[in-house]
């Protein structure tokens, strides 16, 4: 303590500090603000709707009805899904034969289970066949709204045959779904989706005459998301009270000028193993996410108090008690607008 008052009483040494943090707030309030910028357009992609089917092609309808989700690995985007998919059709093209799991990652690894030795002819002249699926599939996901994320689950079929003017895939959306039983660890299901897609592909594949048109791609996905619960008491809740015992340290006497310093010193090394401790649940992803956010936010605050703390503490030296009653005054003022920052900052970052 001896050593940190020797340090608070030179003029120089508090002038670099704030110079120092300043720099350092500066550049926490810089980032935050970019974050509120909008988002550049995604690139064009190979997929897009359905719009229209074409009069040549035989349509296929397929249903989807999900049993189980398990082993869902965010570092690796896979996930293993087992889930009943059917077809009914009309036409001489088997719409099985030539089927494709255009996101399936281990083929060797995948069964596909059928329920009848031969498709089954229906009384209104159509075939029908069930395939019982099970097998490790990646999806893509997007940690930006991390740890409110909403994620996809998804399976997604293709002919690697016929294009789309000879056979079109189409999501059964009346009896699609899945079980009641169904539930991933962690996570909470909320709704289920379908899409009638086209793919154009970039090469023609080695052929002399190649065939430009896209291929049909029905795509069925389960949507998932994080209990609110774990982002508010798990993540926020221990910032919230690290925040609190660092910038409360300014509702302490402006005579306690070492213990003004110290405390949110000790919350910013906190802050720091409180970020480290979530970052090893996530993989490395070249944007911040929702929470780094909100962990910048805090460090701004806690670094602003440590300026606060050595400006009082220099007012002190200058001027002795006669500054107290002032310092209590810029103490309260600048502690309720910590807070309005605080609630503002992370209500905004939530809603961008």
């Given at each position: 303590m001896p050593l940190i008052s020797g340090w608070l009483r030179s003029r120089s040494f508090r002038g670099l500090c704030g110079l120092f943090l300043g720099a350092i707030a500066f550049t926490l309030l810089l980032r935050l603000g970019l974050s509120f910028l909008p988002v550049k357009s995604t690139p064009a992609t190979s997929l897009v709707t359905?719009?229209?089917?074409?009069?040549?092609?035989?349509?296929?309808?397929?249903?989807?009805?999900?049993?189980?989700?398990?082993?869902?690995?965010?570092?690796?985007?896979?996930?293993?899904?087992?889930?009943?998919?059917?077809?009914?059709?009309?036409?001489?093209?088997?719409?099985?034969?030539?089927?494709?799991?255009?996101?399936?990652?281990?083929?060797?690894?995948?069964?596909?289970?059928?329920?009848?030795?031969?498709?089954?002819?229906?009384?209104?002249?159509?075939?029908?066949?069930?395939?019982r699926v099970e097998g490790r599939f990646i999806q893509p996901f997007n940690l930006a709204r991390y740890p409110l994320d909403q994620q996809q689950i998804s399976i997604m079929l293709e002919n690697s045959i016929y294009?789309?003017?000879?056979?079109?895939?189409?999501?059964?959306?009346?009896?699609?779904?899945?079980a009641d039983t169904l539930a991933i660890h962690g996570w909470s299901i909320t709704d289920w989706s379908s899409q009638n897609l086209l793919r154009t592909y970039s090469s023609n594949f080695g052929l002399a005459i190649p065939d430009?048109?896209?291929?049909?791609?029905?795509?069925?996905?389960?949507?998932?998301?994080?209990?609110?619960?774990?982002?508010i008491w798990k993540l926020l809740f221990p910032l919230m009270i690290v925040l609190m015992s660092g910038c409360g340290a300014l509702l302490l006497h402006p005579s306690y000028a070492d213990s003004r310093v110290v405390l949110p010193v000790t919350a910013l090394l906190t802050v720091v193993f409180l970020q480290q401790s979530y970052s090893n649940d996530i993989p490395e992803?070249?944007?911040?996410?929702?929470?780094?956010?909100?962990?910048?936010?805090?460090?701004?605050?806690?670094?602003?108090?440590?300026?606060?703390?050595?400006?009082?503490?220099?007012?002190?030296?200058?001027?002795?008690?006669d500054s107290y009653v002032s310092i209590v005054q810029i103490d309260r003022c600048f502690l309720a607008l910590q807070v309005i920052a605080l609630v503002t900052g992370v209500w905004g970052l939530i809603q961008l």
């Open positions: 359905l719009e229209q089917i074409p009069p040549t092609a035989q349509p296929v309808r397929v249903g989807f009805y999900g049993l189980n989700i398990y082993n869902l690995d965010i570092a690796s985007n896979s996930y293993f899904l087992d889930a009943y998919i059917w077809f009914r059709w009309k036409g001489k093209i088997d719409p099985i034969a030539d089927l494709e799991f255009a996101n399936a990652v281990d083929d060797w690894g995948m069964t596909q289970k059928p329920g009848y030795e031969k498709p089954q002819l229906q009384p209104d002249g159509s075939f029908y066949q069930i395939l294009t789309a003017k000879d056979l079109v895939y189409l999501a059964d959306t009346q009896d699609s779904g899945y430009t048109s896209p291929y049909s791609v029905v795509r069925f996905a389960i949507l998932i998301e994080r209990p609110v619960s774990y982002f992803v070249g944007y911040l996410v929702l929470l780094d956010k909100i962990y910048a936010l805090a460090y701004f605050l806690i670094i602003t108090a440590v300026m606060a703390a050595i400006f009082t503490a220099g007012r002190v030296k200058d001027k002795g008690g």
